[in-house]
């Protein structure tokens, strides 16, 4: 008779699949532990010796910006849609993950309106395949969003990790892909958005050169 070490070995070394029902359910688990970080409240510091509360609630602008990149994604069977109680709650809880994600990039639901716009703007028109902006407006928002992910991931700490790593697993048991599939097949998409945001590295050049003067 195996013992209590030799059971709890198999099981963690087990490599047989989840059943589509439990992917299911561990799915629904993980999405739902990262939405509940959108109802804490954290502090990160500001300028000299201030301090600013912040949360990663998703708003209107966020909400729809989380559709925009959702949606290409249900439409290429990358997240699977379903007239069912299960397609329901995973599409909100996704939305919710993504849309938070956003707020996150912005430095959380109390970041500057224009910051807001900014990231609002560039992500709506480059998916709608228009190109009415300069590169460097691009620019600007990768480097918004690097400094705000930096200021909320100190302020986060460890919950940052959980947040992150807990959404990721809920997408991946939601797809059914491995990690390198989703994130070729997301890369893909976003790969679109970016181009259709005509920067390339001489366009680059060209921002920075015209800054310079």
Not at 181 to 205: C, M, P
């Amino acid at each position: 008779m195996p013992s209590k070490f030799d059971t709890v070995v198999t099981a963690l070394t087990s490599e047989e699949e989840f059943t589509p029902k439990w992917s299911k359910f561990l799915s629904l688990v993980f999405l739902l532990i990262t939405c509940s970080f959108t109802f804490f409240t954290f502090t990160k510091p500001t300028w000299f010796f201030f301090q600013k509360e912040f949360t990663l609630k998703p708003g209107i602008v966020e909400a729809i910006i989380g559709i925009t990149l959702v949606t290409p994604l249900y439409l290429r069977n990358i997240l699977k849609w379903s007239m069912s109680i299960y397609g329901i709650i995973s599409f909100i809880l996704i939305l919710t993950v993504f849309s938070s994600l956003i707020t996150l990039a912005e430095g959380g639901d109390s970041s500057s309106i224009y910051t807001q716009a900014l990231i609002f703007s560039a992500i709506l028109l480059s998916w709608l395949g228009i190109r009415p902006l300069p590169g460097i407006a691009w620019i600007l928002v990768l480097l918004a969003c690097i400094l705000n992910i930096t200021s909320v991931s100190q302020a986060m700490g460890n919950f940052g990790y959980v947040y992150i790593l807990s959404g990721f697993l809920g997408i991946l048991l939601h797809s059914g892909l491995n990690p390198g599939q989703l994130y070729k097949e997301i890369s893909s998409d976003f790969g679109k958005t970016w181009r259709n945001s005509g920067i390339t590295g001489s366009s680059i050049k060209e921002e920075i050169s015209k800054i310079k003067k």
